[in-house]
């Protein structure tokens, strides 16, 4: 009897697992786990889906036109380059399937994004990790390890779960050393948390060649993870390939509804953005009070690092949390099994959890 299979690879594939959101014993624990918006979505885009009801039974504009016009005049991009998808993981895992394959080879840095090889595997191809400098990416470590066969390289910046962020002249420099038939991603899922002025999401590149895709999402700042949104700004030829590979109707009619009205929304943004900000370096301070290493952070998050000593570890931490309703996050996943990362949520949230991990530390 012939035994079905999956094709080569497929198996080694370890599953994406997200963020827990359900804690046993306790009806609605504090979730600081997905880095998502910390102060939820706009209003505007929560009052636009009420008035959807009429209109489920039609398929939603399958070019997604209306929210690229929205996205393109925000950012000051055409909106012909841009593509959208059900969140920019799945621009990424369409432009992986679509460039590489069994044989190539999908370049990331050591502790990026979890999905970069998940994607590889997914399409044939082979994950290549490169290390890291005190975990940022390292440009020169990544140009060596460039191959004939290289055929994606994936920048998250800022990357998740670092936080750690390359200047604009670094990014340059990266795209400068690659050959042109090397893809380079950015994935600029944090854009909006970055308060430094020596920064690229990566636009400016796009339109500076031919191999160049910056990725965005709208399930961080914009809050609207549920509904599952992002988009790809791209040379033409690669925005023509997204959209010869992408599911017809990927995008569905609520999200593209929500994310023109919180585009629209400034108000909104910019208390979120500033709240972020605010309380990200609040947190990272109290947990450096308390002798944790936290390096800087340019996303919704912080990542502290712990201790080897028994009791006193990432995971005894975590362990203590979630005893007090609190989950964050392990990074055992990303080769960090020292370090947990914490999402910046509510002003209610942040000492919550700050006041958790004192009493862990403060334990004899």
């Known amino acids: 009897m012939t035994i079905l299979s999956p094709r080569p690879g ?28 910390a102060l939820g979505p706009s209003p505007a885009a929560a009052a636009v889906l009420a008035g959807l009801g009429d209109d489920l039974h039609r398929y939603p504009d399958g070019g997604a036109t209306r929210l690229r016009t929205a996205i393109g005049r925000r950012f000051g991009l055409d909106p012909e380059r841009i593509v959208c998808g059900a969140g920019s993981d799945q621009l990424i895992d369409l432009l992986c399937r679509a460039y590489a394959g069994p044989g190539d080879e999908v370049l990331y840095s050591a502790h990026g994004f979890m999905l970069y090889p998940i994607v590889a595997r997914a399409a044939g191809a082979t994950p290549v990790a490169a290390p890291e400098t005190d975990l940022c990416a390292d440009v020169d470590a990544l140009l060596a390890r460039v191959t004939p066969r290289t055929r994606i390289l994936f920048l998250a910046n800022p990357n998740n779960p670092t ?29 909006e948390y970055v308060d430094w002025s020596d920064y690229t999401a990566g636009a400016d590149l796009v339109d500076a060649g031919d191999n160049v895709v910056m990725t965005r999402t709208f399930s961080k700042l914009y809050a609207l993870s549920a509904l599952r949104i992002g988009w790809a700004y791209c040379p033409p030829a690669v925005a023509d390939v997204l959209n010869r590979v992408r599911a017809p109707f990927n995008v569905n009619a609520a999200g593209q509804a929500a994310a023109i009205a919180a585009l629209g929304d400034g108000r909104h ?5 500033l709240h972020t900000l605010t309380w990200r370096e609040w947190l990272a301070e109290r947990l450096r009070d308390k002798g944790l290493n936290v390096p800087r952070s340019h996303g919704n998050f912080v990542l502290a690092g712990f201790p080897a000593e028994p009791g006193r570890t990432a995971h005894d931490a975590d362990d203590f949390l979630r ?7 392990r990074q055992d996943p990303c080769g960090l099994r020292d370090w947990l990362r914490i999402t910046i949520g509510t002003e209610q949230e942040m000492r919550a959890v700050a006041d958790g991990l004192a009493r862990f530390l403060d334990r004899r």
Do not use: K, M, W
């Open 10 to 37: 497929v198996l080694d594939i370890s599953p994406y697992r997200a963020g827990d959101g359900v804690l046993p014993g306790f009806e609605r624990p504090i979730r600081l786990a997905s880095n998502e918006g």
């Open 163 to 191: 936080g750690s962020c390359l200047p604009r002249q670094a990014v340059r420099r990266l795209r400068a050393g690659l050959p042109d038939g090397v893809l380079l991603v950015l994935d600029a899922a944090y854009a």
């Open 269 to 273: 943004f910019d208390h979120t953005r």
């Open 323 to 329: 005893a007090h309703g609190i989950i964050v996050r």
